[in-house]
């Protein structure tokens, strides 16, 4: 099979080589420490464009010129090269097995396709003899992809058209599996089924193979636009990602059955815009760090990061350009879970992507869709290649990554070591995880904050050093009711009332606000936590004879009540099991947008197209205080109550207000058009920048200084009620205007950890779903697979913080798992678009609502 080596047995290499070049630092605490060094590079005989090369945990592999093998140890390239003859034909195709012992190593040609112990050929080489490999293929064509199995048991070889499945021990074709129409430029082995091989190919669509049978599962669509070029198995969850040669990438999941799902797609080329607008606003924040800290007398600094739509991007260096997926590889953990010790889910269930474009590499956070950091080839002199042809990207451990990679043009191989705990530094100085947020108050309340109104009130009414006696009282009065006017009656004695008429007793909002959570007294049913999630239709109910459009549903906190607002200007009270007639409530003049409950499940509020606000006796029809055009300039598009019912906080125009509200009980038959509720005005706090707030989000079941706000340019911004204003803004958290913020609100039946209440869900039209936590305002997963493109179809979160459930217009609803991408019910059955939904509070039931008015709930 060829010669051996020359001299000692270690090849005379005419490969020029440099030593490691620097190629960029951090500086940290007067120490600068390396993030990527290009240990050595290789120039062979002829160009290595568009070959399939090999890297893994240990060696390196490239055809050194057409037909010999040069594998080279990562560690020590120069010392312990190997050069394995063999070929008579130009290499095509290089790969590595799974296994490191024995390592294997696959070289494929025209002629033969051989496979090579590195081991044993080295031993063989120590010992003056040729180092041999194994051909299990002869003459299969022109090879363009290897993929050793899991157990590096079998060998899938891409030539041509067609799949050939190989033995690793001999020559022996196992199967050929054909059907593409175009030339197979990868296939990979699903690491959790070993039958189940996965294809792509120039002719754009994807197939899934059984090998145990040899017949096709499942075979795609047309993907893309342009030609499918590589392919990644995830070694997590059950899915592939699929990467295109205009720089789209997608995620798929496995399905039960003949089946696959798309649940993420990428766009890398509006990925990178956003990753280097974040980088710019960077720069532009610490040059102004200093007169940032001047200016701010509070613990938060007003950040902002910046719009991927900046008119000096397209001119600038970053001017973005169709970005070819030439090679990706899986990486177990996230750049920013090696630094922060996060024990939530969004760290330990999450996994990012390495992916190798000819101009730099992405590291891809596959839960959100994200760049999470990025090495641009330009931005550094040092390397040897500028634009690459091909990659091989291989790692044994969480500290670095190793990539092999060839010229696009010329003839040089490069070694790069990417170094992840550097790297994972310089992506958090770009965040703003300093600035922690929390949900949960952590601080006491400040004497100047809003929400201290009783306070400074009860301040304002008694001066101190100053008291004032009822003589002097008097004495301020009006003249005509001076003491010397006998018939004023000021001085005498009150008369006493013959009789007083019997009416309805008192009941102030004191009283009502002490028996808070009264009604749960004696409950000591849980939530339970580890519940199936609820799929089963158990009942179905029509709101109205006509089909009315239900705006908006919600749980009382007992779980007992759902309040359903409807187009059609009224509202409705079930029980919680849908049965017997609703309470109806009416009164607005417009369709009712939002509803929401009281603590102590006594009384609701309703928000209305016509400009109005009304509080709702639970047990009545007759509305407790009503908010008119007076207030709201526009139509509240989200109101609620808020500091565990304290307050009132609803939105107008591009502002949010907070009220101080009282509610009298009291009812004298006589005087019944007399009512003693008001509402006070706190503040208004204005949302920069946007015409009009879409919706907003505070926590009522326990003390949280946070609102949060998203408006119509596509922006979201927290306002921290404590010190009374903005503190953060995100431009563009979503590519459209977010039509609803949920929060996990939690349950009174439910015990989560207090960091869940940190997370938080955004949803936008064509733009999916994401979650996101408050502490590092970060979005840490995204949703995809249900239809949304014209309806806002809104969102719930379950009470034990495990399920998400969202409308979709394709008539269903769709229930996710909060730590998967992929959703786990599609609850089909519905008549018209799923617009809003809930869950219960108490138990494990979901109620949807849809645009023609039925309402079904579903059990577990």
């Not at 000692?8 to 490969?15: E, V």
């Not at 926590?699 to 998203?710: G, K, M, P």
């Amino acid at each position: 099979m060829g010669d051996g080596g020359r001299g000692n047995g270690f090849p005379d290499l005419s490969l020029k080589m440099w030593g490691s070049t620097t190629i960029e630092q951090v500086a940290e605490n007067g120490y600068l420490k390396e993030v990527i060094t290009e240990k050595h590079c290789f120039q062979s005989k002829t160009p290595l464009s568009h070959i399939q090369l090999a890297c893994c945990w240990q060696y390196c592999a490239f055809p050194r010129d057409k037909r010999d093998v040069c594998v080279c140890n990562i560690h020590n390239p120069i010392l312990q090269t190997l050069e394995l003859k063999g070929h008579h034909r130009s290499i095509t195709a290089l790969a590595f097995g799974n296994h490191c012992e024995p390592t294997l190593l696959c070289s494929a040609a025209e002629d033969y396709i051989i496979i090579w112990d590195i081991e044993a050929c080295r031993m063989r080489i120590q010992q003056g003899f040729v180092p041999r490999g194994t051909v299990v293929g002869t003459l299969l064509g022109n090879v363009l992809y290897l993929c050793f199995s899991p157990d590096d048991q079998t060998l899938a070889t891409c030539a041509d058209n067609k799949i050939y499945v190989l033995n690793c021990k001999q020559e022996d074709i196992l199967a050929v599996l054909e059907g593409h129409l175009g030339a197979v430029t990868a296939a990979e082995f699903c690491p959790c089924q070993l039958n189940i091989l996965v294809s792509i190919s120039e002719d754009r669509t994807f197939k899934v193979w059984d090998l145990t049978s040899n017949s096709l599962l499942y075979q795609s669509a047309v993907l893309s636009a342009s030609p499918l070029l590589s392919l990644c198995m995830d070694n997590r969850t059950n899915q592939f990602i699929i990467g295109s040669a205009n720089g789209q990438l997608d995620v798929f999941t496995f399905l039960d059955g003949q089946q696959c799902r798309r649940v993420l797609h990428i766009d890398l080329q509006k990925e990178q815009q956003k990753y280097y607008c974040k980088i710019q606003q960077k720069v532009r924040l610490s040059e102004n760090a200093d007169v940032e800290c001047m200016n701010s007398q509070s613990n938060y600094k007003n950040l902002h990061y910046s719009s991927p739509y900046l008119n000096d991007l397209e001119s600038g260096p970053r001017a973005c350009i169709e970005l070819p997926i030439l090679r990706m590889s899986h990486c177990e953990y996230l750049l920013s879970s090696l630094l922060r010790k996060d024990s939530s889910f969004t760290s330990e269930s999450s996994s990012s992507l390495w992916v190798g474009t000819i101009n730099g590499l992405f590291n891809i956070n596959l839960a959100t869709g994200e760049i999470d950091a990025t090495v641009q080839f330009e931005d550094h002199l040092g390397l040897s290649i500028q634009t690459a042809g091909s990659y091989a990207i291989g790692s044994r451990n969480t500290n670095k990554i190793f990539c092999l990679l060839s010229s696009m043009f010329g003839k040089h191989i490069a070694l790069l070591e990417v170094h992840m705990h550097e790297l994972a530094k310089m992506c958090l100085q770009n965040s703003n995880e300093e600035e922690s947020l929390s949900v949960i108050a952590r601080s006491p309340l400040l004497p100047t904050s809003p929400l201290n109104c009783d306070l400074k009130q009860k301040e304002k009414s008694k001066p101190v050093g100053h008291p004032k006696s009822v003589a002097s009282s008097i004495k301020d009065k009006p003249v005509v009711f001076h003491t010397k006017v006998k018939s004023s009656g000021y001085t005498s004695a009150p008369r006493g009332n013959m009789f007083t008429p019997k009416v309805n007793p008192s009941k102030r909002v004191s009283s009502v606000m002490k028996e808070k959570n009264s009604s749960l007294k004696g409950v000591t049913k849980e939530y339970p936590l580890d519940s199936l999630a609820p799929s089963r239709l158990h009942a179905r109910v029509a709101v109205s004879n006509q089909p009315t459009p239900v705006c908006c549903i919600q749980y009382s906190g007992d779980g007992k009540l759902l309040a359903v607002g409807l187009a059609d200007k009224t509202t409705l009270v079930y029980n919680s099991s849908l049965t017997g007639s609703p309470t109806v409530f009416k009164g607005h003049d417009g369709a009712v947008n939002c509803v929401g409950w009281t603590q102590n499940n006594k009384w609701f509020l309703t928000a209305s197209e016509d400009r109005s606000l009304w509080i709702w006796p639970v047990h009545g029809t007759t509305p407790a205080l009503m908010l008119g055009a007076e207030t709201f300039l526009k139509p509240a598009r989200s109101a609620q109550f808020y500091y565990m019912d304290k307050f009132l906080l609803f939105s107008s125009g591009s502002e949010f207000q907070l009220h101080r509200y009282h509610l009298d009980t009291s009812r004298d038959d006589i005087k019944s058009y007399k009512r003693k509720s008001r509402s006070r005005l706190i503040g208004k706090f204005k949302m920069a920048g946007t015409q009009e707030i879409s919706c907003l989000s505070a926590v009522n079941d326990f003390y949280s200084y946070i609102v949060l706000t998203a408006g119509t340019n596509r922006a979201l911004e927290v306002f921290d009620l404590n010190v009374g204003r903005s503190v953060v803004t995100v431009p563009d958290a979503h590519a459209r205007p977010v039509h609803q913020i949920c929060q996990n609100n939690g349950s009174v039946f439910s015990t989560q950890p207090s960091e869940s209440y940190n997370l938080f869900l955004t949803t936008a039209i064509m733009d999916g779903i994401k979650l996101w936590d408050l502490r590092t305002l970060r979005s840490v997963r995204r949703f995809e697979g249900h239809h949304n493109r014209c309806h806002p179809c809104r969102i719930a979160l379950s009470p034990c913080g495990r399920f998400l459930a969202t409308g979709s217009e394709d008539k269903c609803a769709y229930l996710f798992e909060i730590g998967s991408n992929n959703f786990i019910h599609k609850l089909s059955g519905h008549t018209e678009t799923v617009i809003t939904l809930a869950f219960s509070s108490s138990v494990p039931k979901l109620t949807t609502a849809t645009l023609d008015g039925k309402l079904q709930l579903f059990v577990p």
